[in-house]
């Protein structure tokens, strides 16, 4: 009986600490640069390219670099909407259209928040940066996003 006790009271504690309540992991990561008024900014970036990466996005990260991020590659246009659930960091997100441009940015995105955010048109990719990075950096709708997933990137 008190093996049983002591193997159900490990299998509650281990369904705490469950993989799904982790940072996602090893992911690609790859360059790209962001035009600035300042000259372009260089990022490394995690690529989310798959329905389960992108599904898990930057839930549970409790840190990120200030030249990190994340670019969910859709491969096509389409809308997309994303939320802040299990998300720890506030979030920019900058919905990036397949040639590269910056559609719309949605700044210090609410974490933990459920309210949607969606693209204002379709795009291929949206770019996940430290909230209030791209205000900082002077970043805006329009400016160009170099990588390899536009054709143009390093």
Known sequence: ???LLVALAALVFLSGCSPAEQPQTGLPKIPIEVDTPKG?????VDLANTDESRRVGLMFRKTMGEDEGMLFDFRKEQYASFWMKNTVLPLD???IKADGTISTIAE???PY???PV???EPVQAVLEINGGRAR????????K???KIFGNGP
């Not at 372009?40 to 490394?44: D, G, S």
């Not at 900082?136 to 400016?143: D, V």
């Open 113 to 115: 928040s459920e309210v």
């Open 136 to 143: 900082a950096l002077g970043i805006e709708a329009g400016a």
């Open 145 to 147: 996003v170099h990588a």
């Open 1 to 3: 009986m008190r093996r």
């Open 118 to 120: 969606p693209s204002s």
């Open 108 to 110: 210090n995105a609410v």
């Open 40 to 44: 372009p900014v260089k990022f490394t």
């Open 93 to 95: 997100m900058l919905f």
